[in-house]
């Protein structure tokens, strides 16, 4: 079992910066890849960034903006968001996968066994 809390979400005005952090539990194995998706009200939740092992997927959408991390200990994943536009707002949810993330398959959502309770991110004009 894995178990996902993240932390660092909240309300900032267009062009300012968040820090999310997931902090991650459980069998290491079940969490080869992780990383962050988001869902908007009336929308599919969407890939937002993955890691896994050496490499990194960012969405289109938030190349350039977005950086994903991860500690030595793989414990805890954060996503540092800046420039952010009010087409960020959304719940952003953490999420861990036992099978390695490749770039034709990592932004599918039934790829990943583990999420979190998600965390607000509102982005004002």
């Known amino acids: 079992q894995v178990q996902l809390v993240e932390s660092g979400g909240g309300s900032v005005q267009a062009g300012g910066s968040l820090r999310l952090s997931c902090a991650a539990s459980g069998d290491t194995y079940s969490r080869a890849c992780m990383g962050w998706f988001r869902q908007a009200p009336g929308k599919e939740r969407e890939g937002v960034a993955v890691?896994?092992?050496?490499?990194?997927y960012y969405a289109d959408s938030v190349k350039g903006r977005f950086t994903i991390s991860q500690d030595n200990a793989r414990n805890t994943v954060y996503l540092q968001m800046n420039s952010l536009t009010p087409d960020d707002t959304a719940m952003y949810y953490c999420a861990a996968s036992r099978w390695d993330c490749y770039s034709g398959s990592w932004s599918t959502v039934g790829r990943y066994g583990y999420w979190g309770q998600g965390t607000q991110v509102t982005v004002s004009s």
């Open positions: 890691i896994t092992g050496p490499r990194i």
